[in-house]
């Protein structure tokens, strides 16, 4: 395994949980890192985005306070999601407030900016790039980033097509530092696969849908547990970046799933009101959501996928 830096030595689950845009909040980002695993919300979920300064030190003050009545579970460092796409206006504003309390991990979105590493190392932080393929993530590497997020076929959201399989291998031919694996991940069996395969990290968001904590509709919950990977449509017509979204949602805005129009490339938008109906009509969400069978808190889905994970580990040994 690649030596990892000291903010991610000391997970109990080797796992992140993906920021989900309009869904993550405070509260899920909080049950995920008391349980062990890396937790992470989009700055763009904060609106307005004064918010986002409450939100940092609701999290920032609630860890510490955890860490300093369980000196023997320690929480798990948090993450914030940035776009870095033109389109995102917010960007500098909420640069500022992740400066403000030092955020341990940044992701970065849709694009990498050297000046965005910089500032984050300026205040000790890591940067996460998340990449479809590798030349991609050579690209984000040379920019500056410290680690990667490989964003593999069937994951929520916006992902990639590329297998899995091919994804690592290529990755791990030239850059042995932090690298995530995103795709369909639901199960503890699969984040023992993800590090069978050369990954360091297991990225999940979809199962996390489906959680207590989850600021997502009843019906999107309900959809998440009553789906499986037959009802994942991957289309780019709704931001023009492709992604995967659930089928009755597609149905429920009046489209045919397998008949969507063809779009011409256009503007990105994610931070506007097209892109939150997008994500709040539309519901993004990953293959993997056959392993999902029950609404529940974040805290027991992480017990439960740890309890197999290790399970998993046991039987190939």
């Known amino acids: 395994m690649p030596r990892l830096p000291a903010v991610l030595q000391k997970l109990r689950l080797p796992l992140i949980g993906a920021p ?3 869904i993550s909040n405070p509260q899920l980002v909080i049950a995920q890192c008391q349980a062990g695993i890396v937790g992470s919300m989009p700055a763009l979920n904060a609106r307005p985005a004064a918010q986002l300064d409450d939100w940092l030190a609701e999290i920032t003050e609630t860890l510490a306070a955890w860490d300093a009545a369980h000196p023997d579970l320690p929480s798990a460092p948090f993450a914030i999601n940035q ?3 033109r389109s995102n206006n917010r960007l500098e504003q909420d640069m500022a407030v992740c400066a403000k309390y030092q955020v341990p991990l940044v992701i970065t979105s849709l694009g990498a900016r050297a000046d965005v590493n910089q500032a984050v190392h300026g205040w000790g932080g890591m940067v996460l790039h998340d990449v479809i393929n590798n030349k991609f993530a050579h690209k984000a590497i040379e920019k500056g980033a410290d680690g990667l997020i490989a964003v593999a076929a069937g994951a929520g959201g916006h992902a990639g097509s590329k297998s ?3 994804l690592v291998q290529e990755i791990r031919q030239w850059f042995d530092g932090p690298l995530a694996l995103s795709g369909a991940i639901a199960s503890g069996g699969a984040i023992l696969a993800a590090q069978a395969m050369g990954a360091d990290f297991a990225y999940m968001g979809s199962a996390f849908i489906a959680t207590h904590e989850a600021r997502a509709s009843a019906a999107y919950k309900q959809a998440v547990v009553a789906c499986n990977s ?3 449509v991957y289309t ?3 931001t023009g970046v492709h992604g995967n979204y659930l089928a009755p949602s597609i149905r429920a805005a009046g489209l045919d799933p397998a008949q969507l129009p063809q779009v011409e490339p256009g503007t990105m938008n994610f931070g506007g ?3 939150a109906k997008t994500w709040k009509d539309i519901w993004g969400c990953g293959q993997g959501i056959g392993a999902i069978d029950k609404i529940q808190s974040a805290g027991e889905l992480i017990a ?3 309890a197999a994970y290790h399970a998993a580990r046991q039987r190939l040994c």
Request: charged share 20%; no cysteine.
């Open 20 to 22: 989900l845009f309009l």
């Open 164 to 166: 899995p399989f091919a």
């Open 236 to 238: 780019d017509l709704f």
């Open 273 to 275: 009101d097209a892109a």
């Open 304 to 306: 439960q996928l740890q």
């Open 83 to 85: 776009i870095v796409h």
């Open 230 to 232: 037959d009802d994942i």
